[in-house]
């Protein structure tokens, strides 16, 4: 069974940074693309961030310039660096990994996975 665990949430004042993580584990073969979405209050999921494994990197506009992803391979971890907060990047951030795996009780396959969401909060 393969786990997304995220870490490096938080509340921080405006203009401030914060850095998540999100490591997988288990029974994963590979994994092609992994990103950040967040859902604040009342709104829908929305990509914030994406890498492939070739790091490859695709940002949402509202994020550009201010926030990058990054990831280890080796360690099958994906970063997010956040930096010039604003209020509006309050939310809750979910880490989604797309990967090679072997789930039952259909075998091997493409699949998607989930973290299970970091809060950050951004105000003074």
């Known amino acids: 069974q393969v786990q997304l665990v995220e870490s490096g949430g938080g509340l921080v004042q405006p203009g401030g940074s914060l850095r998540l993580s999100c490591a997988a584990s288990g029974s994963i073969f590979s994994i092609n693309a992994m990103g950040w979405y967040r859902q604040a209050p009342g709104k829908q999921r929305e990509l914030v961030a994406a890498?492939?494994?070739?790091?490859?990197?695709n940002y949402a506009d509202s994020v550009k310039g201010r926030f990058t992803i990054s990831r280890d391979n080796a360690k099958n971890t994906v970063y997010l660096q956040m930096n010039s907060l604003k209020p509006e990047d309050t939310a809750v951030y979910y880490c989604n990994a797309v990967g090679l795996a072997h789930e039952e009780p259909y075998g091997v396959g493409e699949y998607d996975y989930w973290g299970q969401g970091t809060q950050v909060t951004v105000s003074s």
């Open positions: 890498i492939t494994s070739g790091g490859s990197t």
